[in-house]
């Protein structure tokens, strides 16, 4: 039995335990990488995934792969960045277990690019086009520049070299624009592959003591994209292979893509000749997009999946993942599995809580109040610690005299949820600020009643303080 047949079993046998909608979102291009000594390893693509799985389904994988094959005597996880973007032996074909897929299986079959020696490229996901990667004001540059690339491929911008974080979109935008030049130009031979592909590929050579003729089998190759270049680290002989390959291809007008998570004058493992070739190109980098990008990525995401969910849900999403798309991404279709499964839809709490089972030690911006408790609003000080919380600010910030807008906002924000919520008289609430005057207090809850019609993150501030408290 092979890894992928031996996960299959698993997969099925968990498929009726935990339903569909688990199973397609976080088992999705998982794989059992090894079987070593007793050990199965399971290895998903992101931390995410990974998490989730471990957490949720460790005693039940454990029996089922037990099940499968009773020599086993341990199971293990690991992260494997490269997962999601591209085919593997092992990976199982989840269609079959049904549901989300099914609309995945009616896009294009994966474009496949054959060499001269029936050395098949990596192949493209369909998933990431050009097209449907929103490039917001951060990312405008990189995106215009693949487009360019995709128009003209081999002519202005080469070598084009992107480089940024981890899930900030590089692999999107590189297989977005080889699938551009195969749509623009379906005879171009078009070959992505990583960089630990282009190495294992090398060491293959070498031992099957035929690396002389290694460049010869990139000939053919009209656009070389070569992802997350940085794994080169110092492998002398993959570089220098890789400096010919480069070289025959520049010389002949052939586009080269590249990415990494830094930029080439960074890559210091790497040869000063190489690097130099990366640099005469076009260098551009990615950012996290803003705040409002983030929004437009969940909104695109959530048509994707053609779910609702509520705006001020992803407005919370947007503003506390700030690490990676990747990352966004990875909350959202949790929060919708979860949401199917009980058939609601995701709350802030929920979200919230997802988030922090995930990144454990991260703290939330906004809420850093306990969720696990559903918050019970009695007292002024009450809510005044459930703002202070939210806004990360001290209570001292809130009662205080300070009239910066970071601290007065909030503060206004309190007073007009002390007087709706629990009634208070201004009178009484300016004594809980520091004996305020109640014409102040009363001057806060108008301007917030009238701001929140005015100012989209008022009011989303505020609709997210009152469904913290349960309103
Ligand atoms: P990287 O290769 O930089 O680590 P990926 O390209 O794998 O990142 O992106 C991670 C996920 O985030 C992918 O699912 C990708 O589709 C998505 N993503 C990243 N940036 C964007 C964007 N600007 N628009 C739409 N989706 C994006
Ligand atoms: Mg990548």
Request: with cysteine.
């Amino acid at each position: 039995m092979d890894y992928k047949q031996l996960w299959e079993g698993v997969l099925t046998r968990l498929s009726p335990v935990i339903g569909k909608a688990h199973l397609l979102s976080f088992f999705k291009d998982s794989i059992i990488s090894r079987f070593e000594n007793g050990v199965v390893t399971i290895a998903a693509p992101s931390t995410i995934a990974c998490n989730f799985i471990r957490d949720r389904y460790e005693v039940k994988l454990f029996q089922m792969v037990r099940e499968m094959d009773p020599d086993v005597k341990q199971i293990d996880f690991e992260i494997q960045g490269g997962l999601a973007d591209a085919e593997h032996p092992s990976k199982v074909d989840m269609s079959k277990f049904g549901g989300m897929q099914a609309r995945e299986r009616k896009v294009p079959n994966k474009q496949e690019v054959l060499l001269e020696d029936g050395m098949r490229s990596k192949m493209f996901n369909p998933r990431y086009t050009l097209q449907n990667f929103i490039a917001g004001t951060e990312n405008r540059l990189a995106h215009a520049a693949c487009m360019a690339v995709a128009a003209k491929p081999g002519d202005i911008y080469n070598p084009l070299f992107l480089y940024g974080g981890v899930g900030l979109g590089k692999t999107h935008l590189l297989q977005g624009t080889g699938i551009e030049i195969k749509k623009n130009y379906p005879n171009k031979n078009v070959v992505y592959m990583t960089s630990e592909r282009f190495i294992n590929e090398i060491v293959e050579a070498i031992g099957k003591k035929h690396t002389s003729s290694f460049k010869d089998r990139y000939r053919k190759v009209d656009c070389l994209i070569v992802d997350d270049i940085q794994f080169f680290g110092n492998k002398a002989s993959s570089q220098q292979e890789f400096f010919h390959t480069f070289n025959e291809l520049y010389d002949a007008g052939k586009q080269i893509i590249i990415s990494s998570d830094r930029p080439p004058r960074e890559l210091d493992e790497l040869e000063d000749r190489l690097v130099s070739r990366f640099a005469m190109g076009m260098v551009v980098e990615l950012q996290l997009p803003e705040f409002e990008t983030r929004m437009a990525i969940l909104n695109a995401k959530c048509q994707e999946y053609q779910v609702f969910v509520d705006r001020e849900v992803l407005e919370f999403m947007a503003y506390n993942v700030q690490t990676s798309i990747r990352e966004l991404e990875g909350i959202l279709v949790k929060a919708i599995a979860e949401a199917q499964l009980t058939d609601t839809t995701p709350t802030i709490k929920s979200v919230a809580e997802a988030i922090r089972r995930l990144n454990k030690d991260e703290e939330l911006k906004g809420f850093n109040v306990d969720l696990s408790k559903r918050m019970t609003v009695r007292t002024s000080d009450d809510v005044i610690d459930l703002v202070v919380a939210y806004f990360k600010l001290t209570r001292s910030d809130i009662t205080g005299e300070e009239r910066r807008k970071q601290v007065m906002v909030p503060r206004q924000i309190c007073m007009y949820l002390i007087r709706e919520l629990l009634d208070h008289s201004y009178e009484t609430i300016g004594e809980s600020f520091g004996g305020r005057n109640h014409t102040t207090v009363l001057h806060a809850c108008n301007k917030i009643g009238i701001e929140m019609d005015k100012d989209s993150r008022i009011k989303r501030d505020v609709n997210a303080l009152k469904r913290e408290i349960g309103v």
